[in-house]
């Protein structure tokens, strides 16, 4: 065991856990579609992530309408990227900044709170996110 109370495997520290916005371990927010930047089903992110892609929405007809408008259609399946295309009630995760948008525009889909990583908080006040949380009453 380390000092910190992580498992050390090999000499090495192991990889910090990711937290969420209510500063808890961040949860899986979608594992069918598998969504994810590094497509593990959770809304982490890293370095190479330029989109931040964090915030775990279940969106809605509006939303995918909306992001179609901006130019980024989630709804057109694109198998060669092993995309399958979004419909409403399904979770994903979302940039920050779009999601953000949407809320500017009156669109903003719910979200998942244990499921969007506390990087949210960098670019969206934790207040709207709460105010469009489909798991308050759990918290």
């Known amino acids: 065991m380390s000092t910190n109370g992580n498992v050390?495997?090999?000499?090495?520290?192991?990889?910090?856990?990711?937290?969420?916005?209510?500063?808890?371990?961040?949860?899986?927010?979608?594992?069918d579609p598998l969504t994810?930047?590094?497509r593990t089903g959770c809304c982490d992110t890293g370095p190479d992530?330029?989109?931040?892609?964090?915030?775990?929405?279940?969106?809605?007809?509006?939303?995918?309408?909306?992001?179609?408008?901006?130019?980024?259609?989630?709804i057109t399946p694109r198998p060669e990227y092993g995309f399958p295309g979004l419909r409403p009630g399904d979770r994903w995760?979302?940039?920050?900044?779009?999601?953000?948008e949407a809320l500017e525009a009156g669109v903003a889909p719910p979200v998942?709170?244990?499921?969007?990583?506390?990087?949210?908080?960098d670019i969206v006040r934790r207040e709207d996110l709460l105010r469009h949380a489909l798991d308050?009453?759990?918290m």
């Open 112 to 121: 998942v709170l244990t499921a969007t990583h506390e990087a949210a908080l």
């Open 93 to 100: 995760c979302l940039c920050a900044t779009r999601w953000r």
């Open 8 to 31: 050390s495997t090999n000499g090495r520290s192991p990889a910090p856990v990711a937290r969420n916005v209510m500063g808890g371990p961040l949860a899986v927010c979608s594992a």
């Open 136 to 138: 308050v009453a759990g």
């Open 49 to 74: 992530d330029v989109g931040v892609h964090v915030v775990c929405a279940q969106v809605t007809a509006e939303f995918l309408a909306f992001s179609r408008s901006r130019g980024n259609d989630l």
């Open 36 to 38: 994810g930047f590094y």
